[in-house]
């Protein structure tokens, strides 16, 4: 199994609203990404969890919060957005974070729309 | 910093044709360089990666070679298809105590014609 599946495919949310994003890989990965794309955009890093810690925030803002349940799963809990927040929301895992080597697997993404 | 600069977009083919995608980067020390593809409504997928210089990666009819004396590291293939329509990245990532967050290119649009 070389995959990673993110749900929904799909979000609508209001800027008052709570609601998570899913992310999950069964290939023993030990490092674990979320990353924002907005249009025409290359992805851009906000967190990076290693061995369930979370190592790298890029400063996103507090309405973004991770979390790692286990190795296999990556939540992103959403509160209080904002319509510029809109964008696709990407996962992706890893062997390790460190080594130059090591080769991410990027889920399909959720597209996320404010209103 | 390190920084990625990919020829800007789109680029348009009839199928067949030969491509060429140009990325030069820069950064210190020896990075490993990385070729992504994504198709319209999908996430990232390797194409293919060089570890360091000289080495040529390859996948699926694309090649890429690692040139240190230039900083680059262009997309090559032969003959495109259709499918082949997509957006691709080159990106960098160094580590050796630095950090190993990869660094995109703004990514560049191939679309190819039948």
């Known amino acids: 199994d070389t995959e990673v599946t993110q749900t929904p495919k799909h979000l609508v949310m209001g800027m008052t609203n709570k609601k998570s994003l899913k992310c999950e890989q069964h290939m023993g990965h030990r490092a674990m990404y979320w990353y924002k794309q907005k249009a025409k955009k290359p992805p851009e890093l906000m967190f990076v969890?290693?061995?369930?810690?979370?190592?790298i925030n890029e400063s996103v803002p507090s309405r973004f919060s991770p979390e790692c349940p286990n190795s296999s799963l990556l939540n992103l809990h959403l509160h209080a957005l904002q319509p510029e927040d809109s964008a696709l929301y990407l996962c992706a895992s890893s062997q390790q974070y460190s080594g130059l080597d090591n080769e991410q697997f990027f889920g399909p993404g959720t597209r996320l729309t404010v209103l | 910093g390190n920084s990625v600069t990919q020829m800007e977009g789109p680029v348009t083919l009839s199928e067949e044709a030969f491509l060429t995608i140009n990325c030069t980067y820069t950064a210190t020390g020896y990075p490993s360089l990385f070729w992504y593809v994504q198709y319209p409504g999908e996430g990232l997928q390797l194409l293919l990666k060089a570890t360091k210089a000289d080495d040529k990666g390859s996948n699926k009819g694309f090649e890429a070679t690692y040139r240190k004396e230039t900083t680059s590291f262009h997309l090559e293939k032969g003959s495109v298809q259709v499918s082949d329509s997509a957006v691709y990245f080159c990106a960098l990532r160094k580590g050796s105590g630095g950090s190993y967050i990869p660094t995109f290119g703004r990514g560049t649009s191939l679309i190819v014609h039948p």
């Open positions: 969890y290693s061995y369930e810690k979370l190592s």
